[in-house]
T-cell receptor, first 113, second 114 residues
Framework: KQEVTQIPAALSVPEGENLVLNCSFTDSAIYNLQWFRQDPGKGLTSLLLIQSSQREQTSGRLNASLDKSSGRSTLYIAASQPGDSATYLCAVITAGGSEKLVFGKGTKLTVNP | GAVVSQHPSRVICKSGTSVKIECRSLDFQATTMFWYRQFPKQSLMLMATSNEGSKATYEQGVEKDKFLINHASLTLSTLTVTSAHPEDSSFYIC??????????FGSGTRLTVV
């Protein structure tokens, strides 16, 4: 059974700092991995999607890497801003036919001005 | 890009009544939609997979008679919470995928049963 773990559970940083959020998964046979952002009381916004054959994806100040063999992904946020404050969720689709996303519990990020 | 619209965003209902939540894919056809439930400070829990034109597939422990799912068209899936009770109060989110290259989520529905 696929399990996704995110570390740390919460993170508080001063504005401008570069930071890394970690995600690990137990079954390396994944179809893809997706990072989402969730603001309080809101739905999920997709940030980056990494296919199993890819090693990283970049969008603006965000960079996500994937090491499928070790079951790890990182989300790097450069020059953090107070508007980046949110909960960041990592999710994977395990290869083998199911379309189910398996989520981690998220990292709650607070960027202090 | 793919957009999923979910309504209502908030609903308060009396215990014993039923509530319907709609999930629409606005600019693409979704043969499969997913319904999640999220408890405070917890991650998303998949409740069921909604398949257009067929019965939904429920996850273990989810009561299919309490959470009725209908996926009558390629752009609309509905979740009806029947005979709602306070313990059903939660945040419900739907998602859809154009293909397995990525998932788009609705904005969620905050259900409060009083």
């Amino acid at each position: 059974k696929q399990e996704v773990t995110q570390i740390p559970a919460a993170l508080s940083v001063p504005e401008g700092e570069n930071l890394v959020l970690n995600c690990s998964f137990t079954d390396s046979a994944i179809y893809n991995l997706q990072w989402f952002r969730q603001d309080p009381g809101k739905g999920l916004t997709s940030l980056l999607l990494i296919q199993s054959s890819q090693r990283e994806q970049t969008s603006g100040r965000l960079n996500a890497s994937l090491d499928k063999s070790s079951g790890r992904s990182t989300l790097y946020i450069a020059a953090s801003q107070p508007g980046d404050s949110a909960t960041y969720l990592c999710a994977v689709i395990t290869a083998g036919g199911s379309e189910k996303l398996v989520f981690g519990k998220g990292t709650k990020l607070t960027v202090n001005p | 890009g793919a957009v999923v619209s979910q309504h209502p965003s908030r609903v308060i209902c009396k215990s014993g009544t039923s509530v319907k939540i709609e999930c629409r894919s606005l600019d693409f056809q979704a043969t499969t939609m997913f319904w999640y439930r999220q408890f405070p400070k917890q991650s998303l829990m998949l409740m069921a997979t909604s398949n257009e034109g067929s019965k939904a597939t429920y996850e273990q422990g989810v009561e299919k008679d309490k959470f009725l799912i209908n996926h009558a068209s390629l752009t609309l899936s509905t979740l009806t919470v029947t005979s709602a009770h306070p313990e059903d109060s939660s945040f419900y989110i739907c998602s859809a995928s154009l293909d397995r290259t990525g998932y788009t989520f609705g904005s969620g529905t905050r259900l409060t049963v009083v």
